[in-house]
Nanobody
């Protein structure tokens, strides 16, 4: 059974930085396309950043490009999201996702496995 566990979310002031982590267990990590998605209250889930199996393909949502960096450590079965210059509009529950059918998909339906999420709150 594949499990994804996120950590690193917390309350931070605008302009601050956070690093989210997602540990994947029970599967073959290096075969997965991976992504970070977020959902704010009363809004639909949206993709934040996605990365292919060995990091050769990466996409960012326009609103986070230049501020967020996605990376993966295949030796440690861990996905990361480094977030800097955080803004109140980045406030959301952030979830990681893994997919066997996707290289670096931006559609949530491309992904097979999901974590429970970690809350990021940015105060102004």
């Amino acid at each position: 059974q594949v499990q994804l566990v996120e950590s690193g979310g917390e309350l931070v002031q605008a302009g601050g930085s956070l690093r989210l982590s997602c540990v994947v267990s029970g599967g073959s990590f290096s075969t997965y396309g991976l992504g970070w998605f977020r959902q704010a209250p009363a809004k639909e889930r949206e993709y934040v950043a996605v990365i292919s199996r060995y990091g050769g393909v990466i996409y960012y949502q326009k609103s986070v490009k230049g501020r967020f960096t996605i990376s993966r450590d295949n030796a440690k079965n861990t996905l990361f999201l480094h977030m800097s210059d955080l803004k109140p509009e980045d406030t959301a529950a952030y979830s990681c996702a893994a997919g066997t059918r996707v290289r670096a998909g931006t559609n949530e339906y491309d992904y097979d496995y999901w974590g429970q999420g970690t809350q990021v709150t940015v105060s102004s």
